[in-house]
C-alpha cells in the first residue's frame, strides 16, 4: 500500500495514489476544474474517441503475429528476427514519435495531430498491401504506419489525465481495451479475408476500416484546457527526478519482453504442428484475455498507485515467459497465452497515467510522457529482434528453438520488476 504521510511531504510529485483524499491536495486551477470532471459527456466522449484511436494503434501492435506469419512464408530466406524488426521499427516509433506528438498537443495542434497520423496509417496500409519486397515492407508498415501510429497513440494516453482524476486509471483502462477488441476482431477478419480476397485487398479493406474508425475520433475529440501553452521539447533536468528516470526505464524493459508473444505465437504455434486456421484463433483468444485484465488492475491502481500494481503484474509475467517453454500442444498454450495476456492486462495502460501521477507541474506532463516514451521505444525497438535471435534455428526440437526467446522476454521482465522494485522505494522515501 502506499504510505499517504510521506507522500504528502515530498515536494515535487502527485501522490502515487489517486483516493478521494489523495486527490484533494493536487491544486487545480481553474479551467482545469472545468475540464477534469470524472464524467460528464465531454469526458466520457474523450473516452470513446481515445477509444478508437488506440484500437488503431495498439490493436495493430497486438495482431502483429498475422503479418509475422505471413511473411515468414512469403519470406522463407529471411528469419524469423529480420522480419520481427518491421513490427518492432513500427513499434518504436509508435512510442518514439510521441516526444514531438506530446509538445505538438500540448501547444494545440490536436486536429493537425490527428489528421496528419490517421494519414500516415491509413496510407502506411494501403503501400503495405502492394508491397512486394522485404525492404518495402520496412518502410511502409514499419516506418510509415509506425510514424502515424506514433501520434496517435500518444494523444489516445495523453488525453485522458486531463479530464479525470480520482477515476483516471479506470479511464485508461477503458480506452486501453481498443486494442484487445482490434486484437480479437483483426485476425479473425484477416483470417477470412486472406482466404477470399488475398493478402493484397485484405490489408486495404483493413485499411479502410481503420479510416472510419480513426475519423470518427478525428470528430470527437477536442483540445484540453491546457492546450496552446508553450514547454520545452526536451527537458534533461527532468531525469534529475530519480523515481521517474528509474521508471521509465523500467517502461522500456517491460515494452522489450512483454510484445514477444504477441510476435511470435503465431509462427510457434504452425511449428508445433498446430492447424493454421486455429492459429488466427489462438492470437484472438489471447487478445480476448487481455480484454478482462484491464479492469482489475486499474481499479487496483486508482486505490494503491499504478507502481504498486505494475510491480506483481511484471513479476508474474516474467514468471510465465520463463514456463512458455512447457506449452507443447493446443490446449497448453491456449491455457498459458491467455493466462499471460491476463496478467499484462495493465502493462499496456497504467504507465502513462503513472507518469501522469509522478507529475507534479501538470506543463510538464507532455515533456515527462515524451521523455518517457522515447526510452521506452529503445525497449520496443530491440526486444524483438533480440529475442528472434535468441530463436535457435539449428535445433530440430521445437521446445528447445523457441526456449531463448522466451528466456530473453522474461528476463527483459524480471530487471524492469527490479527497476520498478527500487523506483517504489525512492517514491515512498
Not at 225 to 236: D, F
Not at 389 to 394: C, I, K, N, T
Amino acid at each position: 500500500m502506499e504510505l499517504p504521510n510521506n507522500n504528502e511531504k515530498r515536494p515535487g510529485y502527485l501522490t502515487e495514489s489517486s483516493t478521494g483524499s489523495s486527490q484533494s491536495s493536487i491544486q487545480l486551477t481553474p479551467e482545469e476544474s472545468d475540464t477534469r470532471q470524472d464524467g460528464g459527456l465531454r469526458a466520457w466522449t474523450q473516452v470513446f474517441g481515445c477509444w478508437l484511436l488506440f484500437m488503431n494503434t495498439w490493436g495493430l501492435t497486438n495482431s502483429f503475429s498475422i503479418f509475422e506469419t505471413f511473411y515468414n512464408q512469403k519470406f522463407p530466406h529471411i528469419s524469423h528476427s529480420n522480419i520481427s524488426w518491421i513490427g518492432s521499427v513500427q513499434l518504436f516509433l509508435t512510442l518514439f514519435v510521441g516526444v514531438l506528438a506530446g509538445w505538438l498537443l500540448d501547444r494545440g495542434y490536436l486536429r493537425s495531430i490527428l489528421i496528419t497520423g490517421i494519414a500516415l496509417e491509413v496510407i502506411g496500409m494501403v503501400i503495405t498491401s502492394v508491397c512486394e519486397q522485404y525492404w518495402q515492407l520496412l518502410l511502409a508498415q514499419g516506418v510509415c504506419v509506425g510514424i502515424g501510429s506514433g501520434t496517435l497513440a500518444f494523444t489516445s494516453a495523453a488525453i485522458i489525465p486531463f479530464y479525470f482524476t480520482e477515476r483516471r486509471m479506470l479511464a485508461a483502462g477503458i480506452v486501453s481495451t481498443g486494442s484487445s477488441i482490434a486484437g480479437v476482431a483483426y485476425p479473425l477478419m484477416m483470417r477470412e479475408l486472406f482466404r477470399e480476397v488475398g493478402f493484397g485487398w485484405a490489408v486495404r479493406i483493413l485499411a479502410f476500416i481503420m479510416l472510419g474508425g480513426l475519423s470518427a475520433s478525428l470528430i470527437l475529440l477536442k483540445p484540453h484546457a491546457n492546450a496552446n501553452k508553450a514547454r520545452a521539447l526536451l527537458k534533461t533536468t527532468l531525469l534529475r527526478d530519480a523515481p521517474y528516470t528509474i521508471f521509465i526505464v523500467a517502461y522500456a524493459f517491460m515494452v522489450a519482453g512483454v510484445y514477444v508473444p504477441y510476435f511470435f505465437i503465431q509462427s510457434y504455434a504452425l511449428d508445433l504442428s498446430i492447424d493454421e486456421t486455429m492459429t488466427f484463433n489462438v492470437v484472438s483468444v489471447m487478445n480476448a484475455a487481455t480484454f478482462f485484465g484491464r479492469f482489475p488492475y486499474n481499479y487496483l491502481a486508482d486505490i494503491y498507485g499504478g507502481i504498486a500494481v505494475l510491480v506483481p503484474c511484471c513479476l508474474a509475467t516474467a514468471v510465465i515467459l520463463f514456463f512458455w517453454r512447457f506449452a507443447q500442444g493446443l490446449g497448453g498454450l491456449i491455457a498459458i497465452s491467455t493466462t499471460f495476456c491476463f496478467v499484462t492486462g495493465g502493462l499496456v495502460s497504467l504507465p502513462a497515467v503513472t507518469i501522469a501521477n509522478l507529475t507534479q507541474d501538470k506543463s510538464e506532463y507532455g515533456t515527462r510522457m515524451g521523455i518517457g516514451y522515447t526510452i521506452a521505444a529503445i525497449g520496443a525497438l530491440l526486444g524483438n529482434p533480440i529475442a528472434g535471435l535468441a530463436r535457435s534455428s539449428a535445433s530440430t526440437d521445437v521446445i528447445e528453438r523457441w526456449q531463448g526467446a522466451w528466456f530473453v522476454a522474461g528476463g527483459a521482465l524480471l530487471i524492469a520488476t527490479a527497476l520498478m522494485i527500487w523506483a517504489r522505494i525512492l517514491r515512498a522515501g
